[in-house]
């Protein structure tokens, strides 16, 4: 099964080429939810210190005004990512006056989906669209769901490899097409062993019983403000969580590039009954959604990987990727660890960039709908169960225990993570791997079990917990210093942030009905 990997491996050492695995472009983007001391969902807006929502490069918002997100450039090492991620934390918090960082990717006590309040990005077409685009979510699946928060890992491997690569596979096609192909495969296999993230970075086990308050659930309780499922490892990445029923038949093919592009494309295009029954307009004229399609756009197609190519302002991701192509894979399904103060470590990092690596040299066949359901089952399994004794995943019509696979994965990583290591006397990489077989070894290690534990321990509620830890890491980040650099950098970026919204207002010459016809006909 993993024969490919193992071959390719020995190609780059032969030729000597086994360096060019290094150094691949490692980007964060993690979501926190703004609260009050009280551990409720902030009603104030975006800080204006932090420049605009809209045109800042490393502080925007997600789907609430309250859900900041942080966004790394990307950096050749994982050190410089991570430092990256805290000193922009730091930075926020000079300008959150009594506000917090909420420590889970779970919310807070939610009360009612109206508390959740929706992005504003200003009065141009594009900041407009954004806006509108979130309303349609609001009238398609609630608002409790985008309160979740998330981190996404995005990834390429250096591009001093792919003509290396592309030699040893002796590929004639163009190198654009055989780097999307490439990537392709890879986010294939994220899908296939997908699974195996939650199990071991899940950390979303309960939730604050407010989450689901008037609704049907599953869920059983752990203590007077708590449900949670006993062996779960991320409900983020569960059925409360990124999924929606209007998505289940859209059938979104990784095969290659121009299926991926095409099906997506389509499900922007073809309407949805539920989703007509709403409306794109009330009775004011003003919209509550941008169409009534199976997606408004492409962005709304949940997954937990997304092949990637950076748009231009106005220009749609499908575009993007037809024109230029796959230029990095991100992976999406990663949940913030509340025991680091931004939410992630440097050895899980260092994990996710070897494992994604690995799913792009393993063997990727191509994956039928019936192939793509049963890892979508395999991905809600461990969501809600990873952590259960002997658990079954389905690999090849045949059961497989969780342990074993997640074992043999990492027993086929090793080779990599020593090439990788090459000229690292700490043996990171090596040292990655080894702390993730050891959770496979010992259930207890996992952030989803150690998350449980600590609640029994202290006799905490998940919200009493969280808010315990997003007060130690504002603790944290108030006294950590960053460079004089990093402040100019973070200073500069909003103030000309604020500059590039005011003439992206001033400078609209359609209007909204006109400039969203021009966007939906691209292509």
Not at 37 to 55: C, D, N, V
Not at 66 to 92: C, G, N
Not at 309 to 317: D, I, L, N, Y
Request: with cysteine; charged share 20%; hydrophobic share 35%.
């Amino acid at each position: 099964m993993y024969e490919r990997i193992q071959n390719r491996l020995k190609k780059l050492v032969n030729s000597q080429q086994g360096s060019a695995l290094s150094g691949g472009l490692k980007g964060i983007e993690k979501e926190s939810l703004r609260v009050n001391q009280q551990g409720k969902i902030a009603q104030t807006p975006h800080p204006k210190e932090l420049g605009s929502a809209l045109t800042n490069p490393y502080i925007t918002t997600d789907y609430s005004e309250a859900l900041l997100e942080f966004i790394t450039p990307p950096f050749s090492k994982a050190t410089a990512a991570l430092d990256f991620m805290q000193a922009v934390h730091s930075y926020t918090y000079q300008h959150l006056g009594d506000e917090m960082l909420w420590a889970t990717s779970m919310p807070c006590i939610v009360d009612g989906d109206m508390s959740i309040p929706i992005a504003e990005y200003g009065h141009s077409n594009i900041g407009t669209m954004k806006h509108v685009y979130r309303i349609g979510l609001w009238h398609r699946y609630g608002r409790s769901m985008q309160a979740i928060a998330g981190i996404h890992f995005n990834y390429s491997l250096p591009v001093k490899f792919w003509p290396i690569y592309q030699a040893l596979e002796a590929d004639t096609q163009d190198e654009k097409d055989f780097i999307s192909q490439s990537y392709m495969d890879m986010a294939r296999n994220l899908h296939r062993y997908g699974w195996l993230v939650l199990y071991l970075f899940g950390a979303s086990p309960a939730i604050c019983k407010s989450f689901v308050k008037g609704r049907e659930h599953s869920f059983e309780e752990f203590d007077y403000g708590t449900f949670y499922k006993p062996y779960a490892t991320s409900l983020r990445m569960s059925d409360i969580g990124y999924k929606n029923d209007s998505q289940s038949d859209i059938n979104i093919s990784y095969n290659s590039l121009e299926k991926y592009v095409n099906r997506l494309a389509s499900a922007t295009q073809t309407p949805f009954g539920d989703f007509d029954a709403i409306g794109i307009k009330d009775s004011s004229g003003d919209y509550k959604q941008l169409n009534s399609n199976i997606l408004q756009i492409e962005n709304e197609y949940y997954s937990n990987v997304r092949p990637k190519q950076v748009a231009k302002s106005g220009e749609r991701p499908s575009e993007a990727l037809k024109k230029r192509g796959v230029q990095y894979v991100e992976l999406r399904s990663v949940d913030i660890n509340p025991f680091y103060p931004a939410g992630i470590s440097e050895s899980q990092l260092l994990f996710l960039e070897a494992f994604m690596i690995f799913c792009l040299l393993a063997d990727s066949p191509t994956m039928s709908a019936t192939d793509k359901a049963c890892v979508d089952d395999n991905l809600t399994l461990v969501a809600c169960e990873g952590r259960k004794p002997d658990l079954l995943l389905q690999r090849n019509n045949a059961g497989v225990t969780l342990k074993s696979w997640g074992l043999e994965i990492c027993d086929e990583m090793k080779e990599l993570c020593r090439l990788l290591d090459v000229d690292d006397d700490n043996q990171s990489y090596t040292n990655a791997l080894n702390a993730q077989i050891k959770k496979l070894n010992n259930v207890e290690l996992t952030p989803s079990a150690n998350v449980l534990d600590e609640m029994k321990k202290q006799g905490l509620p998940f919200f009493k917990f969280a808010l315990q830890q997003a007060n130690t890491h504002r603790d944290f980040f108030k006294k950590s210093s960053f460079s004089s650099t990093q402040q100019q950098c973070f200073e500069t970026a909003a103030l000309q942030s604020i500059k590039e919204q005011t003439l992206l207002e001033q400078n609209d010459s359609l209007s909204f009905d006109a400039f969203l016809q021009q966007y939906f006909s691209q292509g």
